[in-house]
């Protein structure tokens, strides 16, 4: 049989109830090691800099726009990001599995599935809840469908009259979705948006 190295996590600022359950069940856990806890959102970056973790369990309530999962992802690729929410939607969650999240959870989530994502994360496999929850989830702004349709064939580098045309509306209405979207994602102009692929 092949011994395996624990599985190395770090875990974000939560809420106290939440924050003691998950030290409690990766405690529990032979093959997980937690490596850092009650990590800080502005000390993050850092904190996975140092630690390396393979897997981080973030809050998503405490990021400020959900491009930050996409730099976090950027910044440490090998580092799997599970994101806990209070009620994500399953449009929020497939927003956080493109932004580079490997898993996306309630926060009431039971402890033996939240065990097992952590290790399907480990192992790069992507994780979303079970069920469908309608209740729109705390955090910073989603893109709409819409938004998100714009916002891929702004990365392709198409001008805004061949947006218009390919998702057959306005101008002025690929205009409107392209300033919400540079305002959700914390940029603002089309080279920074580029960049950040």
């Not at 806890?37 to 970056?45: E, S, T």
């Not at 927003?95 to 996306?104: D, H, I, N, S, Y």
């Not at 998702?167 to 209405?173: K, P, W």
């Amino acid at each position: 049989m092949v011994h395996r190295p624990p599985v190395s996590v770090a875990v974000a600022q939560f809420e106290d109830i939440v924050a003691r359950g998950l030290r409690a069940l990766i405690d529990e856990d032979e093959d997980l090691d937690l490596v850092a806890d009650g990590v800080a959102h502005d000390r993050l970056a850092e904190t996975l800099a140092a630690t390396k973790p393979r897997v981080a369990i973030l809050n998503f309530g405490s990021l400020r726009r959900a491009a930050e999962l996409r730099d976090l992802h950027n910044e440490f690729p090998a580092t799997r990001l599970l994101v806990l929410s209070n009620r994500p939607t399953p449009a929020e969650c497939r927003q956080m599995l493109a932004f580079g999240a490997t898993a996306c959870l309630a926060k009431s989530t039971e402890a033996r599935d939240v065990i097992h994502a952590i290790h399907l994360a480990s192992r790069g496999l992507h994780v979303l809840p079970p069920a469908v929850v309608e209740a729109p989830a705390a955090g910073p702004d989603m893109l709409t469908p819409r938004e998100a349709d714009v916002l891929e064939l702004l990365q392709q580098g198409r001008s805004n009259a061949e947006i218009a045309q390919a998702l057959h509306v306005g101008i002025e209405t690929v205009r409107t979705h392209a300033r919400r979207i540079y305002r959700k994602l914390g940029v603002r102009t089309r080279r920074e948006l580029r960049a950040r692929q």
